[in-house]
């Protein structure tokens, strides 16, 4: 996806910056003399539609997933697989059978049982969705049946390490079957509830007092939209703001080193910032001028200048919370005089490229960088920014790009190297023998062979891998719950409480 970034989704974009309201943690009292416990999150892409089956866009779930929408299973701090509308789940001795046992208590917010035709009914909306991303993601499936009222028996075509996973994230929401429109009244089993939505502004989620599980914190929690990372930072400052998630401006982080008023967390995301080249472009379907563009940039350097030095070098397509990360980030040092002597190998000149780029913090000012060091070793480029709607439209689905710059968020998303229809358009026959033999390996197989495959991305320079996003957390005192690490594309209100 991508963050506007892209994973799962492809994209967040920007990962959306959070923030969070001190004044509103307390509302005026109710009529029955208890105080409302209200939370208003920043952040700093505003989703163009709540139905995530018509867009991958990173900010539906951000807002959905775990809060509104819930799933078999869903993913902790450390990446792991934990169980949520199933209590658990049992897996035939060939890998290709899950049963799912369903927590009998649960319910949707419209009251309705989430039993097991209802989790049957929500599999098949998203097998039949118009996302492709969903579809390739549940492709592995074969049948899901209701055996009884609570156990769901999911059918896999052959063994798959990675739809379980999926499965945690926007493929395995499990709508309200009452449901008819996701894109203007989501409505799921999950703590909080759908209320309001003031376009170009905010979005409004409730607490959902007829909660199954342990009940949210908050009565009211509105996820309030910026397009300026610096008007939360001040907003944070005046003291109108509990909570930055992903800080947008790392220069700043020393405004808040006041312990009285402030913490700051610091961890990993799953956002690979990705300098992704088309492929179809005949002078980077060339290997010798793609490596030419990774060795004139100093990667380092970039992320010094760009990001305060927060984050990290990855080299390829992984993050620390994946099990088949490694460090890759020495593949292509800095050496401007390696990328001429391969721009003259490749017999290139006067290479000009079109570079289009999501008006977001880390994508702007990474091409700014990266123009400066390319003209150094004799490319040109043309940057063009683009709002993230006119960007996922002309570079994403389109592929009307030479190169762009945009976080993948979305867990796990190797593979979609592995797709030729991707939005990058890398065909490799190597690589996609690779990510099928690892799906359909054992665990370690898994692992041995992921690893190969990001190895070999690396080795191909199929992109530029500028730096991974850190997790950057400003909360004040007050606030209590925020995980280090960012694993899901989900800004889980569930965890979140204030003192």
Not at 154 to 163: A, D, E, G, I, M
Not at 176 to 184: E, S
Not at 215 to 220: K, L, Q, S, V
Not at 455 to 473: H, Q, R
């Amino acid at each position: 996806m991508v963050s506007g970034p892209i994973s799962r989704r492809l994209l967040l974009g920007g990962l959306a910056a959070l923030a969070v309201t001190t004044a509103a943690c307390t509302s005026p009292s109710t009529p029955s003399g208890t105080a409302r416990k209200t939370l208003d999150v920043g952040a700093t892409l505003e989703p163009a539609t709540l139905d995530p089956t018509m867009s991958d866009a990173a900010s539906i779930p951000q807002l959905l997933l775990y809060n509104v929408y819930e799933t078999l299973v869903k993913l902790d701090s450390d990446g792991k697989i934990k169980p949520l509308l199933a209590q658990r789940w049992d897996v035939s001795s060939d890998g290709t059978e899950y049963r799912f046992s369903l927590d009998r208590g649960a319910k949707f917010a419209s009251g309705a049982a989430v039993d097991a035709k209802a989790v049957v009914a929500g599999i098949e909306r998203m097998r039949t969705s118009a996302s492709a991303t969903i579809k390739s993601q549940l492709a592995p499936i074969d049948t899901v049946t209701a055996d009884d009222s609570s156990t769901v028996v999911v059918k896999l075509k052959k063994p798959s390490n990675s739809w379980l996973y999926s499965m945690t994230s926007t493929p395995g929401m499990i709508v309200d079957p009452a449901v008819t429109d996701m894109a203007t009244k989501p409505m799921g089993s999950g703590p909080f509830s759908y209320s309001t939505w003031t376009k170009g502004d905010s979005i409004t989620l409730t607490k959902n007092i007829n909660y199954w599980g342990t009940p949210g914190r908050f009565d009211e929690v509105t996820f309030r939209y910026y397009v300026e990372p610096n008007a939360m930072i001040a907003a944070m400052l005046a003291g109108d703001l509990d909570i930055i998630s992903n800080l947008q401006a790392p220069q700043s982080l020393s405004q808040f080193s006041d312990a009285s008023r402030f913490s700051i967390v610091e961890g990993t995301t799953t956002g690979e910032v990705t300098m992704g080249f088309n492929h179809k472009n005949p002078a980077l379907a060339n290997l010798k001028v793609r490596q030419a563009i990774c060795y004139a940039i100093d990667r380092k350097a970039l992320l010094n200048t760009v990001w305060a030095g927060h984050g990290q070098l990855i080299g390829s397509h992984a993050s620390p919370t994946e099990p088949y990360f490694e460090d890759l980030s020495s593949t292509y040092p800095y050496d401007p005089a390696k990328a001429k002597a391969l721009l003259a190998e490749a017999g290139v000149t006067n290479l000009n490229l079109r570079f289009r780029v999501p008006v977001t913090k880390y994508a702007t000012d990474s091409a700014t960088f990266v123009q400066s060091q390319l003209k150094d070793v004799g490319i040109s480029t043309t940057i063009e920014q683009l709002d993230f709607a006119r960007w996922y439209t002309e570079v994403f689905q389109k592929g009307d790009y030479d190169m762009t710059i945009v976080a993948h968020v979305e867990p796990r998303d190797l593979v979609k190297w592995a797709d030729p229809k991707y939005y990058w358009h890398n065909d490799n026959p190597e690589l996609q023998k690779l990510v099928a033999d690892a799906d359909a390996g054992t665990p370690d197989d898994y692992v041995r062979l992921m690893k190969q495959a990001a190895k070999l991305l690396a080795d191909d320079a199929a992109a530029d891998w500028l730096f991974l996003l850190p997790n950057l957390v400003v909360t004040t005192s007050q606030i209590t719950g925020i995980g280090a690490n960012a694993t899901s594309l989900s800004f889980d209100l569930t965890t979140i409480a204030s003192r």
